[in-house]
């Protein structure tokens, strides 16, 4: 399985970006997308992650600002971050489950600062 992700970028607080990941290769073999994070000295955390059939779960700082999303059609996950903040300032990573092991997109960089 081979992961693209996109969408970083700079942003003021309060504000919104989309990331996405399309996933290719082995797709069939998918259990579970979603995004990581990692900020300057700190581990990488998870942020979101949607397991096929719909049911997701979100890490408590973003619960009620980020949104994630599937479109199993293009294999490709989203995840829509409002109100962004500047604890949010990392680099997301993209992430896919298989049964037997899991596979990581290159990272994006998303900065919230005035």
């Known amino acids: 399985v081979q992961l693209q992700a996109s969408g970083g970028g700079l942003v003021q607080p309060g504000g919104s970006l989309k990331l996405s990941c399309a996933a290719s290769?082995?797709?069939?073999?998918?259990?579970?997308m979603g995004w990581y994070r990692q900020a300057p000295g700190k581990l990488r955390d998870l942020v979101a992650i949607i397991r096929n059939g719909g049911r997701t779960d979100y890490a408590d700082p973003v619960k009620g600002r980020f949104t994630i999303s599937r479109d199993n059609a293009n294999n490709t996950v989203y995840l829509q971050m409002n109100i962004l903040k500047p604890d949010d300032t990392a680099v997301y990573f993209c992430i896919a489950n298989t049964w037997a092991r899991s596979y990581w997109g290159q990272g994006t960089q998303v900065t919230v600062s005035s």
């Open positions: 290769g082995s797709t069939f073999s998918i259990t579970a």
